[in-house]
């Protein structure tokens, strides 16, 4: 550096950038925060909606100035701080108390004082993604595999389910494992295609796939009614004992065989235990797996495919059963979207759903079981809680994925390290120095 030349300070640095940014954020507010429509008695009418702007620049500018000389700080500190080596393996205690804590919370919802029928109704949405997000975490978080059709199985689980009950008279506990099944069949079949490809192709070609699927359930009305659906698709029962009113001569309810009032809360409750046990077998699976020579064959291929290769694992065997295994628990979670509906069509398994359940992988932390829980709430609960915010799910989703970006890149509750860690041996003491003669 030149002398009598001095570098601008940092304050003088976040300024630049945080009014640069805040102009942006004045240009791009002009068009989408500016105008409003309003329904009149004469018809639509665009109103302005000036004041909004400066709002937008003026958070865009607080943002900006305190996410620069925070990162700058943060970034420095961690550079002053002395490496540190983790010599033994230990359990996240703090991770396994909130899921232990989170487990116990679902499990007493129902009969919590402020529990009630529609509460426990969004519950069961979000148990929902929470099974689906752990499915694709098992293609996504563990195997590094990016899938953007995951989709694709959660409407074959779902059509499957809803043919076989309807036209062969299969119960609920029989359809729910051959939907499984089936689904993971067609994993396997979408996982010889992408044999050879990683990284943005891998993705374009599942997100080609989930389309194709969907088309097929649009077109082929012979089969799945096409744009109209399948309606009256059976629901689970209690072990033969339905939730209904008025049982068929000679067949108890639920309500009858146990003496109770009937309401329809019973079904409600039992559809949110049952998918409560299906995400919890699905939890259980995954973190037993890991630990198993194929979950440890998944993060090799996550980490370095070539070195994979190079250690004698078959990245065949491996994509393919990553696949499998992803697609049957997005299967199985189809099965009980459809059952819990009573009616499915192909705008339930569009692009967007798979961008959500992606999300909510990317943001809970590829690999990390509690922060898909967490991610879930956040991205579907919030918004079904509070309706307010439907209008701005998608905003909402482009300012958590920025923000995890910067802040958090590998999620909430990232989990990325591997299932087994050796401990660095002891160095040995150096021998004293024999005194000078």
């Known amino acids: 550096m030149a002398a009598g030349v001095s570098s601008p300070s940092p304050v003088a640095v976040a300024l630049k950038d945080s009014a640069a940014a805040a102009v942006v954020a004045a240009l791009l507010a002009v068009p989408l925060l500016g105008f409003r429509l309003m329904d009149r008695s004469q018809g639509p009418e665009l109103a302005l909606r000036l004041s909004w702007i400066p709002i937008a620049a003026a958070s ?168 109209n659906g399948i309606v009256d698709i059976h629901r689970p029962s209690f072990f033969g004992l339905p939730f209904t009113a008025n049982p068929p001569e000679g067949h108890p309810s639920f309500a009858t065989f146990f003496g109770l009032a009937y309401t329809p809360d019973h079904r409600i409750i039992f559809q949110y235990y049952l998918i409560f046990a299906l995400a919890l077998a699905t939890n259980l699976f995954t973190l037993r797996i890991r630990k198993l020579p194929i979950g440890r064959a998944w993060e090799a291929l996550r980490e370095d495919e070539t070195a994979c290769r190079s250690l004698g694992l078959n990245p065949t065997t491996i994509k393919l059963s990553a696949f499998a295994i992803g697609a049957m628990f997005g299967g199985l979670a189809g099965s009980f979207f459809a059952t819990r509906q009573g009616f499915i069509s192909p705008e339930s398994f569009n692009f967007l759903e798979s961008a959500m359940i992606l999300a909510i992988v990317v943001l809970g932390g590829m690999g990390s079981q509690v922060g898909i829980v967490l991610a879930a709430v956040i991205l579907v609960g919030l918004p079904e809680w509070f309706r307010d915010l439907q209008l701005y799910r998608m905003l909402a989703f482009g300012g958590a994925m920025v923000l995890i970006m910067l802040w958090r890149p590998r999620g909430l509750l990232s989990s990325r390290e591997p299932t087994i860690r050796l401990a660095t041996a002891p160095r040995p003491a150096l021998p004293a120095p024999e005194p000078a003669a």
């Open 60 to 227: 865009v500018f607080v943002g900006r100035f305190a996410l620069t000389l925070g990162g700058g700080a943060l970034s420095r500190g961690l550079a002053r701080r002395p490496p540190t080596v983790t010599l033994v393996d230990r359990p996240n205690r703090g991770r396994r108390l909130a899921g232990w804590a989170m487990a116990g919370f679902a499990l007493a919802l129902p009969f919590l004082p402020f529990s009630d029928r529609n509460l426990i109704d969004k519950a069961t949405l979000v148990l929902i993604y929470v099974m689906l997000g752990w499915g694709l975490n098992v293609v996504v978080g563990l195997a590094g595999l990016l899938d953007l059709g995951y989709v694709a199985f959660y409407a074959v689980g779902a059509y499957s389910y809803a043919l076989l009950s309807l036209h062969f008279g299969l119960t609920f506990w029989i359809c729910l494992p051959l939907a499984g099944l089936l689904a993971g069949t067609v994993g396997m079949i979408l996982g010889f295609p992408v044999l050879r490809l990683r990284g943005d192709y891998l993705a374009i070609v599942t997100l080609g796939f989930g389309e194709i699927v969907r088309i097929i359930l649009l077109n082929w009305q012979s089969l799945t009614g096409g744009p």
